[in-house]
């Protein structure tokens, strides 16, 4: 027992310096209530009572400041291993907004058009065919018109066709190789879901992201990251591999397999000592591992335009450009109705028809195993909930963060417009 008082309380000694370098402030500070957030934490607890939940780590931001950063249960339940501020989760399809905008750096170079079609670098997706079923059966046509940039940004590309309609010798192309590059070019017989731009669809569009990212900019798409992003950022616990020092911070991950799906370990932590998908596979779709603290940085550089200190990766303008819709009328049907899709986040449209209390023009994403984040411009507010688990639908968890944290302001900013450092944008926001 001593030991384990000892364990717990230097875990705790140094998650609190790790969090010293991040600008914190009351609620009160910023237009919140210290009361009414509380409501925040009391809603994770209630899932973690009920072992719905090992634990999980909340943050809130307004006005540039960190007003709420807690931990809650466990980081390994079955090890009595408390949950810290620095843990680190697998972020899944968090990595996507990541790898998104590392490509709109290299939009910003003047290296590319969103409107050039993506066989100008990956030429070996040339000559695709869209499949097509309809009353007369499952015939395969002509695209309409090409992939561009934009459609791979913004998942309107049809790279994922479904796979009871592909032929025996197709089917076998969709298992993964050992690299990003040698599996998208292994899939390169495969057929479009549909013609490009014409609708929506949520898959491995972001994997050819990553591609885009190697092939213009000659580099590793882990080492642009690194390079540009990730240290530029400090964004120092954010990695597709975690080194072996800070192993025993990886949160475990569980699954609702056990009674009334309750929780049961799914994946220790060891999984986290190579790339997810491959021995040399670094991804646009998933891959990366990542921190509350770390993910904040990110988001906040986005809210601020583009910058977070003197550090500057977009423009404000770009910015805007991505949190704008690029999926026209199409069915975000991950995230349901009221939603669009930018370029690498889903957009908030209609808070009514989404029922959802974050500000119309917020931009957010999430990852398989739980874990989510969300941008308000207009209330200058960030919201990130990291836990781990591998099937989440039955839990309104996310909802809960959303809400809890959203109720707590007291001083809204909803008379200004929708804005990313000032700069307007289209109100809704479309995309020319």
């Known amino acids: ?33 210290s009361d009414r957030l509380e409501r925040l934490p ?33 980081r390994d339940k079955e090890h009595d291993t408390p ?43 040339a000559g695709k065919q869209v499949l097509i079923q309809d009353d007369a059966g499952v015939h395969r046509m002509t695209p ?7 459609d791979v940004l913004a998942h309107t590309t049809g790279l994922d066709p479904a796979r009871e309609l592909l032929t ?64 530029p950022l400090a964004m120092n616990d954010t990695s597709y591999v975690v080194p072996a020092e800070k192993r025993d911070r990886v949160a475990t991950v ?44 990110f988001s906040q550089m986005l809210l601020n335009g583009g910058k977070l200190g003197r550090i500057q990766l977009l423009s404000p303008k770009t910015v805007n450009l991505m949190i704008s819709n690029h999926s026209a009328d199409h069915d975000i049907y991950i995230r349901g109705p009221g939603y669009n899709f930018g370029l690498g986040f889903g957009i908030l449209n209609d808070a009514g028809v989404a029922r959802d209390p974050i500000t119309p023009g917020s931009f957010t994403w999430g ?19 990291m836990t781990q688990i591998s099937s989440y639908s039955h839990l309104n968890v996310r909802q809960d963060v959303g809400v809890t944290a959203v109720q707590s302001i007291v001083d809204s900013y909803s008379n200004k417009p929708y804005s990313v450092q000032g700069y307007s944008v289209l109100n809704p926001r479309r995309a020319l």
Do not use: C
């Not at 994770?44 to 809650?72: C, F, P, S, W």
């Open 1 to 33: 027992m001593r030991a384990l008082l000892i364990a717990v309380l230097s875990l705790l000694l140094n998650a609190s310096a790790w969090a010293q370098s991040l600008p914190r402030s009351s609620p009160a500070s910023v237009g919140l209530s």
């Open 42 to 74: 009391a809603a994770m607890q209630r899932y973690i009572d009920a072992n719905q939940l090992a634990g999980t780590v909340t943050l809130v931001a307004r006005d540039g400041k960190v007003v709420h950063l807690e931990t809650q249960g466990w």
């Open 83 to 125: 949950m810290t501020e620095d843990t680190i989760f697998f972020i899944m399809s968090m990595t996507k907004p990541i790898v998104s905008t590392a490509l709109m750096m290299l939009y910003e170079e003047g290296r590319f058009l969103l409107t050039d079609p993506v066989t100008k670098w990956i030429p070996e997706i």
């Open 144 to 150: 309409r018109q090409p992939i561009t940039v934009r």
């Open 168 to 231: 025996e010798d197709e089917q076998a192309l969709l298992s993964r190789e050992s690299s990003l590059e040698a599996t998208l070019i292994k899939r390169a017989p495969l057929p479009l879901a549909f013609h490009p731009s014409e609708d929506w669809q949520y898959g491995s569009s972001t994997d050819y992201v990553a591609l885009l990212v190697e092939r213009i900019s000659g580099e590793p798409l882990k080492d642009f990251l690194q390079e540009r992003i990730l240290d």
């Open 254 to 297: 569980y699954s609702p397999t056990g009674p009334n799906k309750t929780i049961e370990v799914y994946r220790t932590p060891e999984y986290s000592s190579v790339p997810f998908f491959g021995s040399d596979y670094y991804g646009g779709v998933a891959g990366l591992f990542s921190t509350a603290s770390d993910y904040w940085r």
């Open 367 to 385: 990852g398989a195993w739980g874990t989510i984040f969300w941008v308000d411009p207009v209330e200058n507010m960030i919201g990130i909930m």
